[in-house]
C-alpha cells in the first residue's frame, strides 16, 4: 500500500459529542429532554439525517426535513469542535505513517465547509494528502466518486490506497473503487447489517494502530 485514505466521523476523529449538543440543542428548544450520548452515538455517522430520524423520527421525505436540517448543521457549524478529538491511536497511527512516509487523506460525506474547520482545529492541516469532502464530488459513498477522486488528486493507483471506515457504506464505496477496504471497531458501527465483520472487508480492526500489520 502506498496511500491510507480516512473516513471522518467514526474514523478518525470523535465527532458524536458535538454532533449530539447541535441535535440536542434542537431538542431543548422545543421543550423536550436531551438524548444521552450513548443513545446518538450510533448514529453519528449518518449526520443530520441519522440524527434528525433518531431525535424527531424524520426523515428526508417529510416535509419539515430540510428546515430541520438546516437548523440542525447550523447549530452544528456554531459549536462544532467543543469536544470532538481524535480518536485514541490516531495520532500515533499518522506519525507513524508519515514516518515511512506514506501519503494519508481524509474522504468523508461531510461537507467541505464544515471539514475543513474541523481539520485545522484538530491541527490536520498541512498534514493530509487530501481532503475530499461529501460535496467535493456530484456523488456520495457509498457511490466511489469521492475515493477516485482522491486517488487522483494524491497521485496514487485506487489498488495501492486502503480506505478506512466505521460504515457498511464505506465498505461498499472503498470495494466499488477497487481499494483495499478496513472496517473498524472502534467507531459508531454498532450492529447494523451484522457490524464490522459482517460488511465483508478485507480487513477489520479493532484500534487504529492494528492498521499497521495490514499495510
Known sequence: ????????????????PDLGGALN??????????LAIETIRPHASSGARGLLFVGFGIVPEDPSYTAMRDEF?????????????LFPGIEELLE????????WGIV?????RLTTPLVAR????????????????PHLKPHPASLLHAAEAIGIRPSECCYLGDDLRDIQAAKAAGMF???????YSGTENGG????NAEAVIGKPLDLLQHL
Request: glycine fraction near 12%; hydrophobic fraction near 40%; charge should be positive.
Open 196 to 199: 464490522p465483520r459482517g460488511w
Open 96 to 103: 507513524k505513517l508519515e514516518s515511512r512516509p506514506m501519503v
Open 108 to 112: 468523508t460525506n461531510k461537507a467541505v
Open 25 to 34: 440543542k434542537m431538542l431543548v428548544d422545543r421543550g423536550r429532554m436531551p
Open 73 to 85: 448543521l447550523s447549530n452544528y457549524s456554531s459549536a462544532i469542535c467543543v469536544h470532538t478529538r
Open 181 to 187: 477496504s478496513v472496517a473498524v471497531e472502534y467507531g
Open 122 to 137: 484538530l491541527g490536520l492541516t498541512g498534514r493530509a494528502g487530501c481532503v475530499v469532502g461529501g460535496d467535493t464530488t
Open 1 to 16: 500500500m502506498k496511500a491510507v485514505l480516512f473516513d471522518f466521523d467514526g474514523t478518525l476523529a470523535d465527532t458524536a
